[in-house]
């Protein structure tokens, strides 16, 4: 999946105004990774959003997560 979603810089039921300057376009995977920003940390944001870890770093560290489970665990997860 290509598609981009619209994200707050910082959180809209945090006070984040829902305007051009607080939204940024990121893709699934960042966007339910991205931290929520108080107001007042838009700058950290733009920061987080710009230096933000590659997906193979966000495949790297579920992985490494997954491999620590139990393996009846992670086989509940996986698709029957």
């Known amino acids: 999946d290509n598609e981009l979603e ?10 984040g105004a829902a305007l051009p300057s607080n939204l940024v376009l990121l893709c699934h995977l960042c966007h339910a990774n991205m931290p ?10 733009i920061l987080w959003v710009r230096t933000r ?10 992985y490494r997560s997954l491999c620590n ?9 996986l698709p029957t």
């Open 6 to 15: 619209r994200a707050h810089l910082v959180a809209h039921y945090l006070g």
């Open 69 to 77: 489970m139990p393996v009846a665990y992670v086989e509940k997860m």
């Open 36 to 45: 929520n920003f108080q107001v007042g940390e838009r700058e950290l944001a």
């Open 53 to 62: 870890p590659s997906h193979l770093d966000y495949f790297a560290l579920v």
